[in-house]
């Protein structure tokens, strides 16, 4: 049977074992509890050896493992936290602003609420998150700006109605989960934590207090078993700062570390060096303000420091940072002022990429010719930036002029590795030698070649019926339909085993075909780039949105030429051009595909999908109904896949 992993509570195939995700979790802790912290080979082995599968399959889940009462240390091992905090006593310091509201902020004790039960009436608490609760907990009075926006405890009203500021709390893990007492002092002043922090602060910059705390409990079974100062009174003691669960030297900038942090994070996700991510983010924050329309001096805010700007010079990050703008689904018009602001007021070396974006939006608009104009300027400003140059190759493809086409990609890096490339290749004109710009043209149209034929290939129509297909699919896959492609695309791969199988999916010409024709984008790329169209392609075109999708009989088979099909819904026959399906299929076979003119022939565009007598019914009804979602579709078109069981 072969491997597939998914990791999201579902069914997942390990070998050949069949494992709910949270059972394989609940086998993980059940394997921590016993043996204590693991790290994740070590609890990858442990679960292998019980029967969970093989080591290279389980080590992916083992590292993505996380739950609740699943702590990871600062070494890394993960440790069962129900296990090692049962017994643990921690305190908190009351101010007269928790007593007044019975409600406590957390910061001292959040370790020990991983044991809660989460019933108030079993606690004799409820947590809550303050600004999720925020106008009901300001209610309850004296519930200031200083409160945390995370969780808080919210105790019965009067709880604390007996207590002074500075009196402690205690909250004691038990057998049962978690409950609350009162202690006077003295208190022990757990002097273990306050030198492991400042031996591990001369070792790192800043450390997360409670796996510090965690990592402690597994070195001494017996540390916190009694009521101590709070968390915060031994930081303070020690002479560090403290920042939420994070401590560092006294003075150190917790904002600008966290700021970091994100920028870093941000940088992993988006596959770039901070500098870029820095450069994206800003262009983000910047679109998003306009977009909110915020009454603030957007001069002030994002350009005075254009510098942060500097990265999307690099047409790689520059793609990155588009691809994030049209993930916001903000209005073209809000990313042409967002262009617009970045030429003026933005450093000059992103000029280029600024008016680029101005040509995507201008694009999306559905002002092609405009768009053209913005990706020219690009190319005024750095004669170099490839991503004017390949979008600028989509116009000359368009156009059918392959000559200038392939002119723009090899003026890029890397431009003839794009499948664009190899299509105006093929496309390429056949020479005229002798025949001046200004001669009439060899095609007998009357007019002058530099108009009519120069630049220009001499291929049929039913050839360059394969063209216009590639010229749809590019305007789908670059202008604003790659979410719904990728929609379809998992539909598709759902019962597809490997880790690429998403990837192959995007590439099934079933995927693109729905996206195009029953999505709408064909019919949006006729709208908007028709006018670039040669006319008979234009024409051809127009004609294939009046093609619908569907299913058919082989009736005859010519091995490497063709095929004759009866369209079982209209009962036509065509004779189709098909070279590769005629090698697959037999007298008999059904099939769903679209079949459309081209020229003097018939061909098909997007894929043969076989289709069982089974299935015969159920995929007709769904052709047959205007209302069948797309996605749908790929749903029933893609059942072939599902594996047979039993």
């Not at 794009?418 to 009357?446: D, K, M």
Request: glycine share 8%.
């Amino acid at each position: 049977m072969p491997d597939s992993h998914r990791c999201d509570g579902v069914v997942t195939t390990i070998g050949s074992v069949i494992a709910d995700h949270d059972e394989l979790l609940d086998a993980a802790l059940g394997v921590l509890r016993e043996r204590g912290p693991l790290s994740d080979r070590e609890l990858t082995v442990a679960l292998a050896d019980s029967g969970w599968g093989g080591v290279d399959e389980l080590i992916d889940y083992v590292e993505e493992f996380d739950a609740p009462l699943l702590g990871i240390l600062p070494d890394d091992r993960k440790v069962a936290l129900d296990v090692l905090l049962a017994g643990r006593v921690l305190t908190h310091r009351l101010t007269a602003e928790e007593i007044a509201a019975d409600v406590v902020e957390p910061d001292d004790f959040s370790s020990l609420l991983h044991l809660a039960s989460g019933e108030p009436d079993v606690d004799g608490f409820e947590v809550v998150f303050f600004e999720d609760e925020a106008d009901e907990l300001a209610a309850r009075g004296g519930v200031g700006a200083s409160w945390s926006d995370e969780e808080v405890l919210v105790l019965p009203r009067g709880a604390l109605a007996q207590c002074s500021p500075g009196d402690l709390l205690a909250v004691i893990a038990t057998d049962s989960g978690v409950r609350l007492d009162f202690v006077g002092e003295p208190v022990a002043d757990a002097p273990e934590l306050a030198l492991r922090l400042t031996r591990r602060l001369s070792e790192t910059s800043v450390l997360d207090l409670e796996e510090e705390f965690w990592h402690l409990l597994v070195d001494d079974p017996v540390a916190f078993t009694v009521p101590t100062l709070p968390l915060a009174d031994i930081v303070e003691a020690a002479g560090f700062d403290r920042s939420g669960q994070l401590v560092a030297a006294r003075g150190f900038d917790f904002e600008a570390y966290g700021r970091d942090l994100m920028i870093g994070v941000y940088a992993d996700e988006l596959g770039v060096p901070m500098d870029a991510a820095v450069a994206v983010a800003a262009l983000v924050s910047l679109v998003t303000a306009l977009e909110e329309d915020e009454n603030q001096d957007i001069q002030a805010r994002f350009f005075d420091k254009p510098e942060l700007y500097a990265a999307l010079a690099d047409p790689a990050v520059m793609e990155v940072a588009a691809q994030e703008l049209f993930d916001l689904d903000v209005e073209p018009e809000v990313l042409l002022v967002a262009a617009q602001r970045l030429l003026v007021s933005g450093p000059r070396e992103v000029k280029a990429a600024a008016s680029w974006i101005a040509g995507r939006a201008t694009e999306m608009e559905g002002f092609p010719k405009q768009a053209e104009e913005h990706y020219e300027h690009a190319l005024v400003l750095d004669g170099a930036f490839d991503l004017a140059l390949f979008d600028l190759a989509r116009f000359a493809s368009d156009r059918g002029d392959a000559v200038r086409g392939l002119s723009l990609l090899n003026r890029m890096a890397g431009g003839d590795a794009e499948p664009l490339h190899a299509v105006l290749e093929y496309f390429q004109p056949t020479p005229r030698p002798g025949l001046g710009r200004n001669h009439p043209c060899w095609c007998g149209s009357g007019r002058k070649y530099k108009t009519c034929h120069l630049g220009k290939g001499d291929h049929a129509l039913s050839e360059r019926a394969g063209w216009l297909y590639q010229k749809a699919k590019l305007h789908a896959q670059e202008l604003g339909w790659r979410d719904q492609i990728v929609d379809y695309a998992e539909i598709r791969s759902e019962n597809w085993a490997g880790d690429a199988a998403l990837y192959q999916a995007l590439e099934d010409p079933l995927v693109t075909d729905v996206a195009l024709f029953e999505g709408g984008a064909f019919a949006d790329f006729v709208e908007c780039r028709g006018d670039l169209l040669p006319p008979d392609e234009f024409a051809l075109a127009r004609q294939w949105q009046e093609v619908e999708r569907s299913l058919h009989e082989v009736e005859e088979v010519r091995p490497g030429a063709g095929l004759t099909l009866r369209d079982l819904r209209t009962g036509d026959r065509r004779d189709i051009r098909e070279v590769t399906a005629s090698h697959q299929l037999h007298a008999g076979n059904l099939i769903c595909a679209r079949v459309v003119p081209a020229g003097d022939t018939w061909q098909i565009f997007g894929g043969v999908e076989p289709i069982s007598q089974a299935r015969r019914a159920s995929l007709l009804a769904a052709l047959d109904d205007e209302t069948t979602d797309p996605a749908y579709l790929v749903e029933i078109l893609s059942e072939r896949f599902v594996p047979v069981t039993g």
